[in-house]
């Protein structure tokens, strides 16, 4: 035990993290207990020692084996030691010979690329002498081809100046030409002073050249614009004048047309009989010979590309805006509406043929850039719009005079079934299109605007004083027939086709200018139909109405307090049946749109419901016997509501289900009624509680018109109120 003290023991355990542990353990592979992750000391003895008695005996043994382990546990560890310390000084060695290397290295790149720049400067030494001489040719070259151009420009400006002195036209284009090109060579060499004497010379020459050749022009047409030169001395003048510039050219072409256009000034001075608003159409013939002169005799002077008829033609339209701008202001107060229309119409058929010749819109050389788009549309006819305020108000009186013929115009004629819209009608809409189509061909503007406008305004005229003036009075107790069934049917037709076809009057300003589009509305004169057809609608049912009143009457008439017995139906459900035969027939028959049919229908069963309601106290007292009559008479009424939708047809159909319920839903508040006025009034607690069964409500007003309905005595209501108020 004594070489045992040698060894420090502690209780103290390393604890080392559990994935280090897990990594040796897997490296060790080992089985001793020593070597486990969770040794225990006390697990360690009692394996050795299991039992106490037997195991005293063995202790020296044992412990003289741990010694031996702890001795070679011990040599281990000192070898492991002794291997990491070498280990450090061969590192230490290696790393040393590493940075040697690395030095090596970088000695031997420098000196790479020492040799490396050697060697280029050598390169560029060796090359120098070839680049001076590339440079020397190049310049060398550059200097033969500046003078050889300045050779040629010398010589060009030679031959030009020879050229135009005898008006060889043709010749001169080609040299200016070449000028042109070379000058643009020599663009960059303005510094050097020979090359801008040079250069100012040209353009006196060019100068010189374009006065020469306006003379030349000016002394080939006389004062009249008649061709008295040589067409191809002109014709090659103009190839040089369109390569002397665009400004030139404007100036040949302006000239040129206000020559020509010079007698149309003089033969249509202001105030001149000729200049009237009535020979406008001279206007455009005069304009109609000078194109065929300029086509057969002067076109060939000019290039295509310059467009010279069009250029004309444009200061022409010019011209003649401006005289029947001031013409039209002079006589606006004069003038008829017939002879502006028509000399309108003549100018836009004049500006469609202008159009029409020349297709294309692209003028390169227009005079004046800001024409619209150098085309002809409105180029002349755009100064009559103003005035067409006068062409507004003749369609304003001749729309007013249909009005009011057709206020008295006559009825529809008996004998002719036929019709089942008011003539009036498509009349109106036909000269409403026809307007329309002709302003259109005119203006599509403002003036297109205001006659729409107009038609609004008459629309609604008509509605009002037309349409509804033909419809029955409210409270006219007329007797009803066939035929004042047709003319409320004919004029609520008249009011839904002329709805219709306002509605569909969108395709006929679709042509308007966009800028007036969102001004354009019809909406307050589709209300005005509406409300006509709304009228014919309740005038048709005030017709039925006074039809079966005398039906109403009877029921009225009937001693319901005294009837003994219940028999069939009554007299007065047979009249009802013959009205609603006769009226609602004759209506199915008559209205076109059988939508409003089902309108006219669902506000007959309304007012119907409402009236024989009300009815029911004119027939009081009614008596249990009376009021079970009265509903078997309701129950027969309400089938023949229920055929309401098939009467007029050929075949009977089933009716809506909305209709049949609107129907149940009108006359079952009726039927409870009666129902309620079956009961026997005593004892009275039964009878208010049939009440509350059958009507659910506690509203004493309803109930005491059930007591008055069966006729109960003052008291007798008083003894029912008093306890119905208990309840």
Known sequence: MAQGSAYVTTTDAIQLAPELNSSITHILRSKDPLDAQEFSSVEYINKIFPNAEHSLAAVDQVLAKLQARAKQVQEELRELTRAQTDGGQKGQEEVEAAKKGIEMLFFKIKEIKEKATQSEQMVQEITQDIKSLDYAKRHLTTSITTLKRLQMLVTAVDQLKAMAQRKQYRETAQLLEVKKRLIQYFRTFQNVRQIAELTESVAKLQAELERDIMKDFENSFTQDGILVGNVGQLASACLVIDILGEDVRRNLVEWYCKLQ????????????????????????????????????????????????????????????????????????????????????????????????????????????????????????????????????????????????????????????????????????????????????????????????????????????????????????????????LRSICIVLNTADYSLTTTSQAKRLWANIDPEFVDQVSMESERQAFLFIISACTKALVRAVENHYESALQSMAKLPWA????????????????????????????????????????????????????????????????????????????????????????????????????????????????????????????????????????????NFQRILELKGLKRTEQQQMVDLFQKK
């Open 261 to 484: 256009l010079r007698a149309y000034r003089s033969v249509f001075k202001p105030n001149e009989e000729v200049s009237a608003l009535d020979n406008t159409s001279r206007r455009y013939a005069w304009l109609k010979r000078l194109l065929k002169i300029h086509d057969e005799e002067h076109a060939h002077i000019f290039p295509p590309a310059w467009d010279v008829s069009r250029v004309l033609c444009m200061q022409f339209c010019q011209i003649t805006r401006t005289d029947l701008t001031d013409i039209l202001a002079k006589t606006a107060s004069t003038v008829e509406v017939p002879l502006l229309l028509q000399v309108l119409q003549l100018t836009l058929e004049f500006e469609t043929q202008l159009e029409n010749r020349f297709l294309s819109k692209d003028v390169e050389y227009a005079l004046n850039e800001e024409a619209d788009n150098a085309g002809f549309t409105e180029s002349i006819s755009h100064c009559f719009e103003p005035y067409l305020s006068l062409y507004i108000e003749a369609e304003d009186k001749a729309l007013e005079e249909k009005i009011n013929g057709f206020k008295f115009q006559e009825p529809v004629p008996e004998d002719d079934l036929s019709v089942t819209v008011l003539a009036s009608s498509t009349d109106i809409f036909l000269f409403y299109k026809s307007a329309l189509t002709n302003c259109a061909k005119l203006s599509r503007k403002k003036p297109f605007l205001d006659l729409c406008t107009v038609f609004g305004k008459w629309l609604r005229v008509y509605a009002n004083d037309v349409l509804l003036s033909k419809l029955p009075k409210q409270g006219d107790k007329r007797p009803v027939n066939r035929e004042s």
């Open 562 to 701: 005294t009837i003994e017995n219940v028999g069939d139906q009554s007299e007065y459900v047979s009249m009802i049946q013959g009205t609603l035969k006769t009226c609602v027939g004759a209506v199915q028959d008559l209205i076109t749109n059988k939508r409003y049919f089902r309108t006219f229908c669902d506000k007959l069963i309304e007012s119907f419901v409402s009236r024989f309601a009300a009815n029911l106290t004119k027939c009081k007292p009614i008596s249990e016997i009376g009021a079970e009559q009265m509903l078997l008479d309701t129950q027969a009424v309400k089938s023949l509501l229920l055929e309401i939708p098939s009467l007029g047809l050929e075949s009977s159909v089933p009716p809506p289900t909305s209709f049949v319920k609107f129907v149940n839903r009108g006359l079952g508040k009726i039927e409870t009624i009666l129902k309620t006025a079956m009961s026997p009034h005593e004892p009275l607690e039964m009878f208010i509680d049939h009440y509350f069964l059958l009507i659910g409500d506690r509203n004493l007003s």
